[in-house]
């Protein structure tokens, strides 16, 4: 009887707890006010895309011209090519600065006490209020000075020549890496009619066959041509995702693959003739021009090398003041 009792009086007890249980599992769980903003739109990644880019930023569109300037901005060879010719450059105007003359001025004054008769109170200075300026001037006359700056002339034609190359390499990776992730879009683009057709047409041929008008070799025909489309349309998917990690390396400097390219491969320009390639070739060919001044560099420094043992000349010229007024 004292279980029985004991029971009745926890059974509501029990009841009410599953009441509030069952209450709290109807009602909608909240989250903090941080938990629900870091589910922003802005933090959110789109769903399939291969990269973890911002629902809301639209890929960039890039033309050939805008992929050649951010490939000159962030491409290490060309930056050390354009480096290179801007030192030679520095060079060469320290070396013209060798050759002009070298100018000096010192201008003092002297206060101190007297005594009274005109004389300094103090033995180390000349009078009392003393004035001193001097001024002078060097020239030196080498064959040497001159020999160098030649020198510096030839090594900048060097760096700039060695710069024309290092750009024009770059116009050639950036313009075959660009139209070569246009051509990959277009064969992926092939090959999805091509993958959507061979589909249409294995499930033709299989209808055909439950209607009993063609034979099982020519579904089994259909089937290894559905089979090929499909494996062509990867293998295109590949190349285009290999054309875009390569243009992206060469003209983002943190990889970003969010963006698009302009198709202007229906308007090409005009290809100028045989005759005026070879004449371009022979005035603008940055390595002939390279190679013409790597010649004359060596020339003039042996000519540095040789004047070393002649004399040189050096006039000075001066002028000073020390007067008490």
């Known amino acids: 009887m004292a279980f029985a009792k004991n029971h009745r009086r926890i059974c509501p007890l029990q009841n009410s707890l599953l009441a509030f249980v069952l209450t709290a599992t109807a009602l909608p769980l909240e989250l903090p006010?941080?938990?629900?903003?870091d589910q922003s739109p802005a933090n959110q990644v789109v769903a399939g895309s291969g990269t973890n880019q911002p629902s809301n930023n639209a890929p960039l569109t890039l033309t050939l011209h805008d992929a050649l300037e951010r490939a000159r901005k962030t491409n290490p060879e060309y930056r050390a090519a354009v480096t290179e010719a801007g030192l030679a450059k520095e060079d060469r105007v320290q070396s013209r600065a060798a050759l002009l003359p070298n100018a000096n001025i010192n201008s003092q004054f002297l206060y101190t006490q007297g005594t009274g008769t005109g004389s300094p109170r103090f033995v180390a200075n000349n009078a009392v209020h003393e004035y001193i300026g001097q001024a002078g001037?060097?020239?030196?006359?080498?064959?040497?000075?001159?020999?160098?700056y030649r020198r510096t002339l030839a090594a900048e034609a060097v760096a700039k020549a060695r710069a024309d190359v290092a750009a024009r390499g770059l116009v050639v990776t950036v313009v075959q890496t660009y139209y070569g992730f246009v051509v990959a879009q277009r064969k992926y683009a092939t090959a999805q009619t091509a993958f959507a057709e061979g589909q249409r047409f294995f499930n033709i041929s299989q209808k055909l066959e439950h209607g009993g008008e063609v034979a099982h070799s020519d579904v089994i025909k259909a089937e290894l041509l559905f089979n090929q489309q499909q494996r062509d349309l990867k293998e295109a998917e590949l190349e285009m995702n290999r054309s875009r990690m390569e243009l992206a390396v060469l003209v983002f400097p943190d990889f970003n693959e969010n963006f698009s390219v302009v198709d202007d491969l229906q308007t090409p320009e005009p290809l100028p003739t045989l005759d005026e390639v070879q004449t371009a070739a022979g005035n603008?060919?940055?390595?002939?021009?390279?190679?013409?001044?790597?010649?004359?560099?060596?020339?003039?420094?042996?000519?540095?090398?040789?004047?070393?043992?002649?004399?040189?000349?050096?006039?000075?010229?001066s002028y000073g003041l020390d007067s008490t007024c």
């Open 33 to 37: 006010a941080q938990a629900t903003s």
């Open 137 to 148: 001037a060097t020239q030196t006359f080498s064959l040497a000075n001159v020999a160098d």
């Open 284 to 317: 603008k060919n940055p390595d002939l021009r390279a190679a013409i001044a790597a010649v004359r560099e060596a020339n003039a420094a042996v000519k540095v090398a040789w004047n070393g043992y002649l004399p040189s000349l050096t006039l000075d010229a």
